[in-house]
């Protein structure tokens, strides 16, 4: 059984490139969470997709998007990186048949993206 | 900010200790998750226990919930060093889509 997974595992950009981060979900899930982690803090709440439509989103700027394709896979975009967004970008599957507020997160390893 | 804190920030132990962290939140739940983080890894689910729930038990894990001091423990019973890893608390909001979590407690058992 595949758990969530991620590509890729690191990524160097420049500040004003683009970057899109991907995430396969665990087997039987149909939700993608996005979270971002900075060095030494918890992960912050990006946005959900559900039935390829965000659903809610988190305290980030439009430069953050993102996509859901009909197999629940998802997408992570970014533009006009900043510096400041150098962390681990970590995708959570979830599934909404069992209720969204008793399911856990599985989360995948995160992709590490490094901003210069 | 609905966000939790986690206390200690640091723990250390020995092998075969307890380890207890405590985690506080600001607004009503639904539900509170615990997870744990290996250093640079992704984080993986412990724990649930909902808001109608006191404790609950699995395997050396003990979580306790106090809603009315909106407060949660997580006791790791007899800890091996495969226990070393950062552990956070979650909260989720009235929708149950966007979690919460913590700046977490980073914990080492030293062998």
């Given amino acids: ?116 | 900010s609905q966000q939790g804190e986690e206390d200690p920030q640091a723990l250390s132990i020995q092998e075969g200790e307890n380890a207890t962290m405590n985690c506080s939140y600001k607004t009503s739940i639904n539900n509170l998750q615990w997870y744990r983080q290996n250093s640079g890894r992704g984080l993986v689910h412990l724990i649930l226990i909902r808001s109608n729930e006191r404790e609950k038990h699995s395997g050396r894990l003990r979580v306790t919930l106090d809603t009315s001091k909106k407060s949660s423990s997580l006791l790791i019973t007899a800890s091996r060093a495969a226990d070393t890893a950062s552990y956070f608390c979650a909260t989720d909001d009235y929708t149950g889509n966007q979690f919460y979590f913590g700046t977490g407690t980073s914990l080492t058992v030293i062998p």
């Fill in chain 1, 1 to 116: 059984d595949a758990g969530v997974t991620q590509s890729p595992t690191h990524l160097i950009k420049t500040r004003g490139q683009q970057v899109t981060l991907r995430c396969s979900p665990k087997s039987g899930h149909d939700t993608v969470s996005w979270y971002q982690q900075a060095l030494g803090q918890g992960p912050q709440f990006i946005f959900q997709y559900y039935e390829e439509e965000e659903r809610q989103r988190g305290n980030f700027p439009d430069r953050f998007s993102g996509h859901q394709f009909p197999n629940y896979s998802s997408e992570l975009n970014v533009n006009a990186l900043l510096l400041g967004d150098s962390a681990l970008y970590l995708c959570a599957s979830s599934s909404r048949g069992h209720g969204s507020y008793n399911s856990p997160l599985h989360f995948g390893n995160g992709t590490r993206l490094t901003v210069t």
